[in-house]
């Protein structure tokens, strides 16, 4: 009971930590912040309600944090030595995923890069990276960066992300530029008078935002979205669902330090230009495995009979060789049924494959799919 | 008369005459959340007191059921393979697992009755 108490004392809290525990959410540890698993509405629901209409995330546990040079080109230039994105020629206002690297082409991290919208802001980056790794990442960063860029976390801004196909209308009462925005597009706004930054993106599959605001603010403005009929407060267990449908990966489990992009099916993310001229940490294997295919390769997986397969299940082929391991699993509320992702050796990558899912000791039948298992339904302008 | 007694991992067994129905607490369906799976144990197979028997899966996690009592399975609740919700509904009524013949009835007085559980699971908080 001590060790308990003690360890609790420790973990951090969101600004949004009063209002979860007003609304009856069930707090448990995730990654050094008592976060939400779900509230009363349970999981189940939590998921359908944000797939039906809007839901509202705390993710201010993630680490915001600004890119200060003195020109884009410079901060561009220093960000592109850690991350095999296109940064450079990323315009105003623009929004792009992308992952910090190892020596070995491994994922130190996955991050979304933001350039602002504002020419005043030129050599500026807004960065967001998982909780877990924002420690880590910060010092990684700082080692790497030239004396010219520096790297500021900002401790004192709470993240909000309203996801679900009714999130712009939602959006739109209280921001009425917030609709008008492009998918993976940001900008500087004002949401019934607060001072925000809000970007079309997130971690569900749907349309949908997120929303960096100041501390102090965080909780009128979650309160204000709430107060909205088709909004419900959603939880870590259905934020988990909803990307594991959309096929979306968890840094730790679906990607980490040992699996590369091209492994990890992440190619879609290095522009051609990079590819071509390297210049990232891990290059030599990441252009290798481009030109010569990489080993293995991150799958959909579905079960074929109703028992969810979990991460660390050992996959097999028909005559029962070990060909890899799921790194999520579970139950797809919107697939209604066990759905899954891991890795498994290129041979058997193939969409339609048959495998084998070491459940409990028994080899239960299942089939590679492709991903995601929910089509995206992000916002495309007309 | 019928008696209800419970272990430290949430199970209850329900005595009638020797056969035990067993499921899982009230407070542990609440644990767990909306159940997504459940995978029962076939009739005829024995366990010792202890024994994984069961499988009860929720979206985020899936749990072990444990035999209370030694036995050999009579019955199980099939209906809760198309309806494992139910289990969130009625866990201590209609979403019963399964029922076990016991083969030692002296086991059951090491378990808590009512009052002790309910003190345990409010000790727990």
């Known amino acids: 009971m001590t060790n308990e108490a003690n360890a609790s004392e420790t973990l ?186 809000i970007s079309r993106s997130g971690y569900t599959g749907e349309d949908g935002y997120e929303i960096s605001v100041a501390a102090g603010k965080a909780e009128q403005l979650a309160r204000t979205l709430l107060s909205h009929d088709d909004v419900e407060a959603i939880g870590l267990g259905a934020r988990d669902s909803l990307r594991l449908e959309a096929g979306l990966c968890l840094y730790g489990h679906d990607i980490d330090e040992t699996t590369s992009p091209v492994e990890a099916g992440l190619v879609w993310s290095i522009a051609k230009r990079r590819r071509e001229e390297g210049g990232f940490p891990g290059a030599a294997r990441i252009m290798r495995e481009l030109r010569d295919g990489p080993g293995r390769l991150r799958v959909g997986i579905e079960p074929e009979g109703k028992a969810p397969a979990r991460e660390g299940t050992e996959v097999r082929d028909e005559s029962g060789a070990s060909i890899g391991r799921i790194t999520s699993g579970g139950f797809g509320p919107s697939a209604d049924g066990p759905i899954a992702m891991g890795y498994v050796q290129s041979a058997h990558a193939k969409p339609g494959t048959g495998v084998a899912l070491m459940v409990r000791g028994s080899a239960r039948p299942a089939r590679i799919v492709e991903l995601p298992f929910i089509q995206h339904r992000y916002f495309r302008k007309k | ?107 059951l007085d090491g378990m808590m009755d009512a009052d002790a559980y309910a003190k345990f699971v409010a000790e727990q908080g």
């Open chain 2, 1 to 107: 008369m019928a008696e209800i007694k419970y272990t430290e991992d949430h199970e209850y067994a329900h005595l009638d005459g020797d056969v035990a129905t067993i499921g899982i607490t009230k407070h542990a369906q609440q644990q767990l959340g909306d159940v997504v799976y459940v995978e029962l144990p076939e009739v005829g197979k024995s366990f010792a007191r202890g024994d994984e028997a069961a499988v009860v899966e929720s979206v985020k996690a899936a749990a072990e059921v444990y035999a209370p009592v030694s036995g050999e399975v009579t019955q199980a609740n099939e209906e809760l393979e198309g309806n494992p919700g139910l289990v969130n509904e009625d866990p201590e009524g209609g979403a019963w697992f399964f029922k076990l013949k016991l083969s030692d009835k002296s086991e």
């Open chain 1, 12 to 197: 951090k809290r969101t600004p949004l930590f009063a209002l979860h525990e007003e609304l009856g959410g069930k707090m448990v540890p995730f990654a050094g912040y008592e976060m939400p698993v779900q509230y009363p509405l349970g999981v189940l629901k939590e998921h359908l309600h944000t797939r039906a209409k809007a839901g509202l995330f705390d993710v201010s546990h993630m680490g915001q944090a600004d890119l200060i040079g003195p020109d884009h080109e410079t901060t561009a230039a220093a960000l592109e030595a850690l991350v095999p994105g296109e940064i450079a020629k990323l315009g105003p206002g623009r929004q792009r995923y992308t992952m910090l690297l190892n020596e070995e082409g491994g994922i130190v991290d996955d991050l979304m890069v933001t350039r602002p919208v504002s020419g005043e802001d030129d050599g500026r980056l807004m960065l967001v990276v998982n909780a877990a790794c924002k420690v880590e990442d910060y010092a990684h960063m700082q080692a790497h960066l030239p004396d010219n860029v520096q790297l500021e976390p900002l401790e004192d801004r709470a993240l909000l992300a309203l996801q679900g196909p009714a999130a712009a209308a939602v959006m739109g009462r209280w921001c009425p530029q917030a609709p008008e925005l492009g998918f993976m597009r940001a900008s500087s706004a004002e949401f019934d008078g607060i001072d925000c930054h």
